[in-house]
């Protein structure tokens, strides 16, 4: 942590949100001079305002900690390159088509791993008029279900989600060149390739 670094993003997120530094202050809950103090360097935020210093300022704990934002490369707009996150409190489903900080129910979220599926966990893929129907004996349950099934292309993607105790049975539109993508709660994410014919 350099507060030198830390100062310098504070200021600049402050005046990015049109706050005065009185304002900041009296959002979170400390003095004028606080602020001032910290935007110097000559002083870092307790932790215990962190996270309302962050939310106030449109960022995160983390990046504060670090005194940088960071950009990507402007994306060329592959969706082949979509990452997928489970909030492992609530179950949310969340992509970025490149790389980004990704936080749900105070947690920063890691990029789920995506692995070919074998043969017995690959899912039925039948083409009925225009649209892929997808179906599969996989369990279930509460304990062990298929969170969701996706549709990706080059340019499009379409996510379906999935409930326990409903079987797994959906259809989702045939676009050429496609990949299914599915996760198990068990197994993780699992991709497999689609014919359009």
Request: overall charge positive; aromatic content about 8%.
């Amino acid at each position: 942590m350099n507060q030198n670094n830390t100062g310098a993003l504070i200021r600049k997120l402050r005046l990015e949100n049109n706050l005065t530094q009185k304002d900041l202050a009296s959002a979170i809950g400390v003095t004028e001079q606080a602020v001032s103090k910290w935007e110097r360097g000559l002083g870092f935020p307790d932790q215990s305002i962190l996270q309302s210093l962050a939310e106030k300022l449109g960022t995160e704990t983390g990046v504060l900690l670090s005194g940088r934002l960071d950009s990507n490369e402007k994306s060329s707009g592959d969706m082949k390159k979509t990452r997928f996150y489970i909030c492992p409190v609530c179950g949310n489903i969340l992509t970025s088509s490149a790389e980004a900080s990704v936080c749900c129910c105070g947690k920063r979220l890691t990029p789920l791993e995506m692995r070919k599926a074998t043969e017995e966990e690959k899912l039925s893929a039948e083409i009925i008029e225009n649209e892929f129907y997808i179906s599969s004996a996989h369990e279930m349950t509460k304990e062990h279900y298929i969170s969701f099934v996706a549709v990706l292309s080059g340019d499009t993607l379409l996510i379906r989600k999935l409930y326990p105790q409903w079987d797994l049975h959906t259809r989702l539109p045939r676009i050429p060149y496609a990949t299914l993508i599915y996760y198990c709660t068990k197994h993780g994410l699992m991709y497999q390739h689609l014919r359009a014919r």
